[in-house]
Each structure stands twice: as structure tokens, then as C-alpha cells.
């Protein structure tokens, strides 16, 4: 049989495209399988590996936030955002990890609450607009998610925020671009009315915090 010479290209095209398929594997079904894997396989073990208490800077606050709606951005094992449901807020919790999600209602349900929580990429996520009287952010650094918090709080409502800052690598090897520079939050959150702020430091971690309010 002969073949005339498109139809010689068309196959040659299909025969390149099922090698290099082949070679390089199935694309991804999700956005970031990595980060899900890495993370769910870190949730893997019996242990909190946070830990089940909140950061002291949010016990020491609570009473400053708005009761209602409360939104926990990268939830993880659920130590913050359950401790906002034992103190009377609705939460919603997001995450990338399946197991942190578990491991946070098995929290819950020990503490007697219960918690919402959705599977979400946040780097492929837009947070619901006017939603929430409450935003905690905890040790999860997405500076492209921090614009759109003052969308997604009503008016009046609170965002809690803590990760750690460039002096936390006094202490701990970190990669620099996970890491708040000083003062960075309080530029960041400058149109924003603020209510607390800290750059905190002791023999091990440092960390910067801060809690800002939408006004209008
Ligand atoms: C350092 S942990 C902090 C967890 C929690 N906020 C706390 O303070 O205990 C970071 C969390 O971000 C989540 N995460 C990482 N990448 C993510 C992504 N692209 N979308 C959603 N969650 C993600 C991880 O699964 C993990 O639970």
C-alpha cells in the first residue's frame, strides 16, 4: 500500500505525539499534585503534627473578632479553626490536603463542634466576595490571596494573620521566599484599619502577625 504525503505527516504527527506521551507520562488531572501529595503525606501520621492548641496570638485576641462567619484559609489539622468553633464562629475550612481536612473534623469532633471544610487549590481559587466576619491566615504564604481578603470580609469584619519572617532564619534553614520581610504585612494591609500588630521573636521562631479590619 502506498501512502500519498499528507497522510504520511498526519500519522508520523500521531505516532510523535503517542511517544511523547508515553515518555512524559499522563498530563496532570489537578493543579498541583505535588503539593496534595506532599501534604497528605505529611498529615499521615496519628499526630498533630501543629499540634491541637491555636496560636497564642489568636486566644489572645478572640475577643476582638466579630462573631459569625469565619473562614480558615489553609486550614490543615483544623488547630485554629476549631478552636473558633468552640468559641461559638461558623467555620469554613480550606485546604489542599484531604488527610489535614480529616485529621481537623476528627479535632472538631473531639472538642464538640463540627466544621464545614472544602478540597481547594488555592492558587486556583477565588475566595467568595462579602462573606465572612472572621479570616484567619496561619503559616500558609500566598502573597496573591492577600488582595482579595478585604473583598472577602463584610464590612467590619476581621483578618488574623501569622507566618514566619526573615529572622526566623536566625534559627531555622528556610527558603527566603516564604518569609514576611519586616514590616511587610503592615504594607501590605496599609488601606486596611489596623487593630494589632506584632514582629515577634524568641530563642527559636520568628514570626510576624496582625489583625486588620475592612471599614466600609
Ligand atoms: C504550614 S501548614 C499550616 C496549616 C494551618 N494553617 C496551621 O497553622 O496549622 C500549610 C497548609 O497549607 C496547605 N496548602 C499547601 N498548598 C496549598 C494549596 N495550593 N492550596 C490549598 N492549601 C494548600 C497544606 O495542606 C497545609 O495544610
Not at 499528507?6 to 511517544?19: D, G, M, P, R
Not at 512524559?24 to 499540634?51: M, N
Not at 466576595?129 to 490571596?145: C, G, S
Amino acid at each position: 500500500m502506498s501512502l500519498d504525503c499528507s497522510c504520511k505527516k498526519i500519522l508520523l504527527n500521531a505516532l510523535t505525539f503517542l511517544i511523547v506521551t508515553a515518555i512524559a507520562g499522563a498530563p496532570p488531572l489537578e493543579a498541583k499534585p505535588r503539593d496534595k501529595d506532599r501534604w497528605d503525606q505529611k498529615y499521615s501520621t496519628e499526630a498533630y503534627i501543629f499540634g491541637k492548641d491555636p496560636v497564642p496570638f489568636l486566644k489572645q485576641n478572640v475577643h476582638l473578632l466579630p462573631k459569625g462567619k469565619a473562614l480558615d484559609i489553609a486550614i490543615g489539622e483544623g488547630r485554629n479553626g476549631v478552636y473558633l468553633a468552640t468559641q461559638g464562629f461558623d467555620v469554613v475550612g480550606l485546604d489542599i490536603s484531604e488527610k489535614g481536612l480529616a485529621k481537623a473534623h476528627q479535632l472538631a469532633k473531639q472538642n464538640g463542634v463540627t466544621i464545614e471544610t472544602q478540597v481547594v487549590d488555592l492558587e486556583n481559587h477565588r475566595l467568595e466576595k462579602n462573606a465572612y466576619d472572621v479570616i484567619l491566615l496561619m503559616y500558609y504564604m500566598q502573597r496573591d490571596l492577600w488582595p482579595q481578603i478585604n473583598d472577602a470580609l463584610k464590612p467590619g469584619g476581621m483578618a488574623i494573620i501569622e507566618t514566619y519572617n526573615v529572622d526566623h532564619l536566625k534559627h531555622q534553614k528556610f527558603n527566603p521566599k516564604w518569609l514576611l520581610k519586616t514590616n511587610e504585612l503592615l504594607e501590605a494591609f496599609k488601606d486596611m484599619k489596623i487593630i494589632r500588630y506584632q514582629a515577634y521573636e524568641d530563642n527559636d521562631q520568628a514570626y510576624s502577625s496582625i489583625i486588620v479590619q475592612k471599614t466600609e
